[in-house]
């Protein structure tokens, strides 16, 4: 049975039973984790924010047994070419087999800012749990042009990057700004899915107590209790929290993208930016009534 989930003139059809595919039989030595493996639509997604530390929350929870992840982003929600050309059957062969005890996980970051990812998710899997960071939003600011700068040597400067040069206010023309203006992202979603199906977590302190940040993700997902504090060990030349595999002992810290060393705002820039994200982050804390450091 099949269903339109785009309006009429876009004919996409999202199959409403989930198809399992290359299905193969385990071969593990470990007796509890025999049995069918197969490709899944991701039990839980986290769509957004990106620079807010979405790939070190997956790379944790893939220390959990009973977690599996793709290796990279797969962006299909947010990309109409891979839906028309591909359909959702592509988007699950992307995933890695699991278990039948095992839960699939997915990060695509940059679903939070294109609103349709929202309702193709729903209507592809309206009970998938979906996982949220935000980070104030200046540092995600100045992180995400710390990224593109490194890969678009022709980039302006930050002041001139993020203020219209014929106004001399913050230029809401550049997308990276309105990503940060999370109330307006948030509360579309929150249009779609309902709260408690959406966890969210603030960025510092994922950085500061992974460990503590992790279980309340462990819970929401109802996996079965498993990280300790070994898991995690601080890293000072890194300046993060980095994994230790518990059953190898190896250790692993996530790549030099990672971590890159921000620039100083000029003071006035700051201000500004300041006073723009204000309302977005009023209007935030009242749609969330949670309390962050930076609302
Ligand atoms: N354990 C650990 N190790 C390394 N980095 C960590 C960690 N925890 C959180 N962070 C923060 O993650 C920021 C990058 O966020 P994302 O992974 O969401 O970026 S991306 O959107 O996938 O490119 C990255 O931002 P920048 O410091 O600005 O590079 C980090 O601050």
Redesign the pocket.
Known sequence: MRREVYDADQKITFPLQRPSLSVFNSTSGNGSLQGKAVKKFPTCIIFGV???????VIEYLKLHPHVVAPRSEINFFNNETLQFQHGLEWYIEQMPPSLEHQITVEKS?DYFQNHQCADLIRAASPATKLIL?LREPIERLV?EY??LSEKRPGLPEFDKWVIGQDTGDIDQRVPSVMVSAYSEHVSYWLSVFPRPQIHIIE?QS??DY?LQEMRKVESFLNLQPFFQPDDFYYNST?G???MRMRFTGKTK??GK????E?ITVSQSTMEKLKMFYQPYNNKLKQILTLDFPWL
Do not use: N, V
């Open positions: 990106s620079k807010c530390g979405t790939k070190a970051p960071l992180s710390m990224q960025s994922l950085r992974p890194r993060f929290y980095c810290c996530l993208s990672k971590g890159r921000h």
